[in-house]
């Protein structure tokens, strides 16, 4: 399984970018591989999300690995709260 971020280089959202931001530093900080996908290159991109995650109005980032659906930042900052972040990603 690969874990793939939907985000967004160009929000005018600071509370977007933080959120996105944590993501993938977490990612980063413990050397797990991922895919990420700048919806503000192809509007196919965000559609794909949308269509993903099964919300028309969903915003970056959202999480998945392979094809299951990990959730947006709100999850991902829950199960930081909990100690849980790997479940969070299905690892």
């Known amino acids: 399984m690969s874990i793939t971020v939907y985000y967004s280089s160009v929000s005018g ?3 977007v970018k933080q959120a996105q931001s944590e993501i993938l530093q977490f990612l980063d900080a413990k050397k797990i591989k ?4 700048d919806i503000a290159e192809s509007s196919d991109f965000k559609e794909e999300m949308r269509k993903k995650v099964g919300n ?4 970056p980032p959202q999480v998945f690995n392979g094809d299951k659906y990990c959730g947006d930042y709100q999850k991902f900052s829950d199960a ?3 100690g849980k972040p790997e479940a969070f990603f299905k690892l």
């Open 13 to 15: 959202s600071r509370e």
């Open 34 to 37: 991922y895919f990420a996908v």
């Open 56 to 59: 028309p109005s969903a915003m």
């Open 80 to 82: 930081m709260e909990d």
